[in-house]
């Protein structure tokens, strides 16, 4: 065995050395350093630490074989192929009390600290321990593989479908009140309970709901580094259940825009944003399905909660409808209250918001989808009701049977293409799904004569439309890392709140402008999700140049 200051691997020649500690060394070695040796393989030598000498094999020790590098748009090798290179073999599982003989201050808590091995200004490699994750520090409860503050591992089901479970539970009440708000908007205008008020004044309600949503984006990280997941989640149950149950005693309009909007909307999102990162933790293979079953809960909720809701307010009324939502929101989310379980939690440190993201390749096109999507997405949900009644003089039975088809098929659609997005790549199939969105409102409702093709609209709309909401987080997870998913989705979906808020009355507004028709507001609908399409279509060549490529 050498001494620490001699090399035990070197390259030369244009060709590295592989020694038998590599399979040890390789768990401890940074993407950036094994890039760099293979790269250029003349000029760097690796030093096997004085610490990680013990020839001692461990034969119980987990070798996970996903090895992807967190962020795939970089100049470096991938993880997966620089490994290989260097080893020949598996990662060794770092997370063992096993290897505490190797590095104490490094490995505790099941494995809260990675030692890794960094190159300096002169080649020479140096030990260190690292213990940060995303903008905190790894308190690894769950045993997960971690190589340079990166979780390599994943359970791909077992516990992590009880957490998908409490994702689809979370998203049905956190959504689902804000989807069919309508029913709600339809009996104040029926009942005239707030005289002189016009459609759009109530509606406000609804589009306040769904933009509070996602205010706590940036700052469920910070809160959860302050307070703990577990108590973010439960203030989030709290005010989305006290939001519905205060909007029962509303005496003014204005008292539904803080109770039944604001406040229900920022709880909803709390709970929101934290269930669907813990849901990331669990899986990398089946991601896309285990997200698309998690968001197909929203479509779910808005087409089950709406006739529930109209029976309600038949039976007992306007407030006690209310006070039973948010009752059922209070019930039912604290029933999967303790499946909302992270991997790897993060504990008191860091900056208040990871601006670092900023310089992740692909993260400005990122910012610059999620923002102008929404903008139309919500378009076709608010005016084909009006425009089946208004230009095809269907009844509102009619249109609201299209509602309930649109949000029917997207429900399904979310499954079906997170399975798409496992199998094909999930860039090509969100920029699949975006386009198609768009396109569809181009090509096929503007020219909607009859309520046959409006039906078909409707149909391949929710197909493709609910693609940005199930698969743009594992888009951001295959850009940013699995560790910093929760940051990075809080500042994304912080853009969504501009056009939630603004994408429907801009396009009402754009219909008034034209005399009250349709086809200014469906171009606008239109071009929003294609335009997205296209900052999608930059990040997907990023990652791989290749035409055919499943990226």
């Known amino acids: 065995m050498s001494s620490p200051t001699e090399p035990t691997t070197t390259a030369s020649s244009g ?7 590599n399979n040890r060394l390789s768990a401890y070695i940074p993407v950036s350093t094994l890039a760099m040796t293979f790269e250029n393989p003349s000029s760097t030598s690796l030093t096997l630490p004085a610490d990680l000498e013990t020839p001692h094999h461990h034969p119980h020790t987990a070798r996970p074989r996903s090895t992807r590098a967190p962020s795939v748009i970089s100049g470096k090798l991938e993880l997966d192929d620089t490994l290989s290179n260097a080893t020949h073999s598996n990662i060794t599982h770092v997370g063992e009390d096993n290897y505490e003989e190797y590095d104490r201050k490094s490995v505790k808590n099941g494995g809260s600290g990675v030692s890794k091995i960094e190159c300096t200004h002169d080649s020479a490699i140096t030990h260190k321990t690292e213990e940060s994750l995303e903008d905190g520090v790894l308190d690894n409860s769950d045993n997960a593989s971690i190589i340079d503050g990166r979780i390599v591992n994943y359970p791909e089901g077992g516990f992590g479908w009880l957490v998908v479970l409490a994702s689809f539970i979370v998203n049905f009440w956190a959504f689902a009140p804000n989807i069919t708000f309508g029913v709600y908007q339809a009996y104040f205008l029926q009942a005239d309970t707030f005289p002189g008020a016009l ?10 709901g769904t933009a509070a949503m996602f205010i706590p984006g940036p700052f469920v990280a910070p809160l959860t580094r302050l307070l703990g997941l577990k108590a973010v989640v439960a203030i989030g149950i709290i005010l989305a259940s006290l939001g519905l149950i205060l909007a029962s ?3 003014q309009l204005w008292h539904l825009y803080v109770t039944q909007g604001f406040l229900f909307g920022v709880g909803g999102g709390l709970v929101f944003f934290s269930s669907i990162s813990v849901t990331a933790q669990y899986f990398e293979k089946r991601r896309g399905l285990a997200n698309g079953i998690a968001v197909a809960g929203s479509g779910i909720g808005g087409l089950s909660l709406a006739p529930l809701t109209r029976y309600l307010i038949a039976q007992v009324g306007i407030r006690w409808c209310q006070r039973i939502m948010g009752f059922a929101v209070l019930g039912f989310m604290s029933a999967v209250f303790a499946f909302i379980r992270p991997r790897v939690q993060v504990v008191k440190k860091g900056p208040i918001f990871d601006l670092s993201l900023i310089r992740v390749p692909g993260f400005l096109y990122l910012m ?14 608010f005016l084909i009701p009006t425009y089946s009644n208004v230009e095809l003089g269907q009844t509102p039975a009619t249109s609201a049977n299209l509602i309930s088809i ?10 079906v293409l997170g399975v798409a997005a496992d199998k094909l790549g999930r860039t090509n199939t969100l920029f699949t799904c975006c386009f198609l969105a768009g396109a569809s409102c181009l090509a096929i409702w503007s020219v909607a004569s009859n309520i046959q093709i409006l039906t078909g609209f409707m149909v391949v709309y929710g197909l493709f439309g609910g693609g940005f909401i199930s698969i743009f987080p594992v888009v951001v997870a295959q850009v940013v890392g ?6 990075a989705l809080g500042i994304l979906y912080f853009g969504n709140v501009v ?3 603004l994408g429907a009355p801009i396009a009402t507004a754009i219909m008034h402008a034209q005399g009250g028709k349709y086809i200014g507001a469906i171009i606008f609908a239109g071009l929003s999700p294609v335009v997205a399409a296209f900052f999608v279509l930059v990040i997907r060549f990023r990652i791989n140049k290749k035409v055919l490529a499943i990226a």
Do not use: H, K, Q
């Not at 610059?368 to 949900?381: E, Q, S």
């Open 15 to 21: 060709e590295a050395v592989v020694t038998e500690d």
């Open 199 to 208: 459609p759009t004044d109530i509606s406000w309600v609804g589009s306040i």
């Open 249 to 251: 005693f509303f005496t």
């Open 368 to 381: 610059a989808t999620a923002f102008v999507v929404t903008f139309g997405y919500m378009v076709p949900v």
């Open 406 to 415: 649109f949000s029917g098929i997207n429900a399904a659609s979310r499954i």
């Open 482 to 487: 699995i560790e910093r998913l929760s940051a």
């Open 499 to 501: 056009g939630n808020l």
